[in-house]
């Protein structure tokens, strides 16, 4: 029987959670970066920080523009939390530009993070209506320096593309994607199928360079799914966090946002929201 459990321990009242730290920008209709992965840790029971990256104008219509956040400002928060509060896993999603993946990539190291703490790379590198969210120029950066030094890469179908130029339509070319993603150096990359949408079953492939694992799930009929890519990569940081090995936690991220997609909602004129909050209604 297939495991449907869509929670995480709880942390006794009164003891410290796990801790976890999304690097990302900031949508400010609320439906997707970090104000999914925020809504998503809280959900999850774990204690969420943010090192903010960029401030959109966006709303459900689509994105009207972004702002970068200084590269010292960027750098700040990730030291301040890291030799304070402490970072158990952590993800990235909108970078924005060259210099502020490199100065991640710096940062992540000097603070002795790199290859000690789970790093999940969500490679963002557009809005669900198509709008840039990455400056073509930095894909070089994300591919060369980012990449290499993630516990896993989760990118779309679309990013697939433009990280690897391979154009996924079937099993055998999500393999053939799955296996270049991985020679760029992550331990492990996932290759999400929500956007083939020629396929009835939603299936996300997960390789470490020997053996592939596939998890599969009945596609959702609902155009409701802004921010359902924020919220899995935030749901198998919060596993990573708690010990899981990837591909539980990716089994559990799985699960986790095909509830949430199941619970999505309309909210403006465009596109609605996966629902972070289905767990409140069971």
């Given at each position: 029987?297939?495991?449907?459990?869509?929670?995480?321990?709880?942390?006794?009242?009164?003891?410290?959670?796990?801790?976890?730290?999304t690097?990302?920008?900031?949508?400010?209709?609320?439906?997707?970066?970090l104000?999914?992965?925020?809504?998503?840790?809280?959900?999850?029971?774990?204690?969420?920080?943010?090192?903010?990256?960029?401030?959109?104008?966006?709303?459900?219509?689509?994105?009207?523009?972004?702002?970068?956040?200084?590269?010292?400002?960027?750098?700040g928060?990730?030291?301040?939390?890291?030799?304070?509060?402490?970072?158990?896993?952590?993800?990235?999603?909108?970078?924005?530009?060259?210099?502020?993946?490199?100065t991640?990539v710096?940062?992540?190291?000097?603070?002795?993070?790199?290859?000690i703490?789970?790093?999940?790379?969500?490679?963002?590198?557009?809005?669900?209506?198509?709008?840039?969210?990455?400056?073509?120029?930095?894909?070089?950066?994300?591919?060369?320096?980012?990449?290499?030094?993630?516990?896993?890469?989760?990118?779309?179908?679309?990013?697939?593309?433009?990280?690897?130029?391979?154009?996924?339509?079937?099993?055998?070319?999500?393999?053939?994607?799955?296996?270049a993603?991985?020679?760029?150096?992550?331990?492990?990359?996932?290759?999400?199928?929500?956007?083939?949408?020629?396929?009835?079953?939603?299936?996300?492939?997960?390789?470490?360079?020997?053996?592939?694992?596939?998890?599969?799930?009945?596609?959702?009929?609902?155009?409701?799914?802004?921010?359902?890519?924020?919220?899995?990569?935030?749901?198998?940081?919060?596993?990573?966090?708690?010990?899981?090995?990837?591909?539980?936690?990716?089994?559990?991220?799985?699960?986790?946002?095909?509830?949430?997609?199941?619970?999505?909602?309309?909210?403006?004129?465009?596109?609605?929201?996966?629902?972070?909050?289905?767990?409140?209604?069971?």
């Amino acid at each position: 029987m297939a495991d449907t459990t869509t929670s995480l321990p709880l942390t006794a009242q009164g003891q410290t959670p796990r801790r976890v730290m999304t690097i990302a920008g900031s949508d400010s209709g609320g439906s997707a970066g970090l104000q999914a992965d925020m809504r998503t840790f809280a959900m999850l029971g774990v204690h969420g920080s943010a090192a903010v990256t960029a401030v959109t104008v966006q709303n459900s219509l689509g994105v009207k523009a972004f702002h970068e956040v200084p590269v010292d400002v960027v750098a700040g928060q990730i030291s301040a939390v890291a030799s304070d509060i402490g970072i158990e896993a952590a993800k990235t999603g909108m970078l924005a530009s060259t210099a502020i993946i490199r100065t991640i990539v710096a940062t992540w190291s000097a603070e002795g993070l790199d290859g000690i703490v789970p790093l999940v790379v969500d490679p963002v590198c557009a809005s669900n209506a198509g709008e840039p969210l990455l400056h073509a120029s930095a894909l070089d950066a994300m591919r060369d320096e980012l990449i290499p030094m993630a516990t896993l890469v989760t990118p779309n179908l679309d990013e697939v593309r433009l990280l690897v130029g391979v154009d996924v339509v079937d099993a055998d070319s999500q393999r053939d994607a799955a296996r270049a993603l991985h020679a760029l150096g992550p331990r492990w990359a996932l290759i999400k199928g929500g956007h083939l949408r020629t396929s009835r079953i939603s299936s996300d492939l997960l390789f470490d360079g020997s053996e592939f694992h596939e998890f599969g799930a009945a596609r959702v009929d609902t155009r409701h799914d802004h921010g359902a890519g924020d919220t899995l990569a935030a749901a198998i940081t919060a596993a990573l966090a708690h010990g899981y090995s990837v591909p539980d936690a990716v089994a559990f991220g799985k699960r986790w946002v095909t509830e949430c997609i199941r619970a999505a909602y309309p909210i403006g004129h465009g596109l609605g929201t996966v629902n972070g909050f289905t767990s409140l209604y069971r």
